[in-house]
């Protein structure tokens, strides 16, 4: 075996933070991070989760405001207050991290037709939401920000993209374990 999961679950942590770093949001940075090391699409498939971060998109509360700009300041941590004292309302519901791993997953194990098994993607999804929320007792972007982001070093999320892609790459890998109705699609025999 090249890697064993513990490394692999290790490297996605890493490029989620990577990602951020780059200034991908949580939905974007897990996503890449997950894809990177899986190998499982199109990197630049990324834009189908660009509108998960914030928990489901900002509005801008005056005009003249420049999302990219705004957005960039409190995904770094540079601007410390909350984004509706900067001129943004966030959606604030399901963290994008999270989202990111449920569209992972479904990629891998979804239905391609009414009547494919539920199942696995299913299980999956609920698996990880309830890891998820075990580990950061929410699931919801504002009450995460609220609480994460004034306990980091850095003033940002990035520990939720980290453990997010962290755990949506195990439940991948260990599916076939966990659910015996999830056939394995991917190998860690070959993953870096």
Known sequence: MKNSIDEIVAK???????????GFHCSESTFLAINETLNIMD????????????GGGCHRIAEGINMNAVLEELASGRET?????VGL???GHLCGALAAGVVCIGYLY???APDD????????????????????GEKECRPLREKYVPLSTNNTCEHIY??????????ILEAPEFMKDCKEVISINDRS
């Open 43 to 54: 990197p630049s498939l990324v834009r189908m989760v660009t509108g998960f971060h914030g």
């Open 81 to 85: 207050r909350m984004p509706e004292e």
């Open 12 to 22: 996605a942590g890493q490029r989620a933070i990577a990602n951020r770093r780059k």
């Open 117 to 136: 098994d539920l199942t696995c993607v299913d299980e999956l999804t609920f698996e990880l939401h309830r890891r998820f929320f075990d580990e950061f």
């Open 162 to 171: 980290q453990r997010g892609a962290e755990m949506a790459v195990r439940l």
């Open 89 to 91: 309302q966030i959606t």
């Open 110 to 112: 979804g239905r391609t």
